[in-house]
């Protein structure tokens, strides 16, 4: 089965150290969660991971195949990438947003073929996006423009998909929606790397979390394992008692009401 790994993966930018020493090893088949607080390295992990940045140190490789050494069109077919927060300047429409996702995959000509119209189709229904197909991707809203950006990066079809805050804009009916999705696309054979600061998604839907503070991975494993209330109050700085939506495991006290 495919598989991510790396080894001493150091990123340094605007003169700082952000991530330092990373090891991370992750297989096809699930969905693993990237938490942390603000600042911690998150997105420059992802940003790192798809050489989208300079790496000052280590070594990221997928099925074996160092990165280094694959073509930025081979990469892109292997990881797909999800940006935080991205605006869009042209009123293209969604149809054509999302179809921008097969361009890795497209021949020289550049032609959509028949191929690429079942994966657009395929992405929108995923991203529940399919009823929007022909407005204009300026004129949506903020959760409608992060579940077509959603449906653009699952056509790329990759093995992995990095998501940086796939649920950041989305209420709660497409978070849970959008949550099941990435975890049935990594049930069926994919790797899905999302990072998020909802520990209650993450806790119900990943499974696995890495916890990733001052650019270092702190714990790393099953949610209840990697989420303890000890590990929530050192990396957040806050009392587990008053999150929301995260549930202590049931070794632990039961949260005061
Ligand atoms: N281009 C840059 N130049 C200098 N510093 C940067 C640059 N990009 C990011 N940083 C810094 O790197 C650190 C890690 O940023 P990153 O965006 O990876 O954090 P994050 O964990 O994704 O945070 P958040 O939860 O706020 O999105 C932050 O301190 C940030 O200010």
Redesign the pocket.
Known sequence: MSALRVRGLGVD??G?A?LRDLDLDARAGALVGLL??????????LRALCRLIPIRSGEIAWDGRPLARMSARERATRLAFLP?GQTLHWPISVRRLVELGRLPRLGPLGRIGAADEVAVAAAMAAADVAHLAERAATSLSGGERARALLARALAVEAPALLADEPTASLDPHHAVAIMETLRRIAREGRLVLA?T?DLGLAQRFCDRIIL?DEGRIVADGAPDAALTPERLRAVYRVDPAVLTGWTPARQDQPRPL
């Open positions: 930018l605007g700082a952000i942390g607080p603000n600042g911690a390295g998150k997105s420059t992990l935080q990072v600061h990733i």
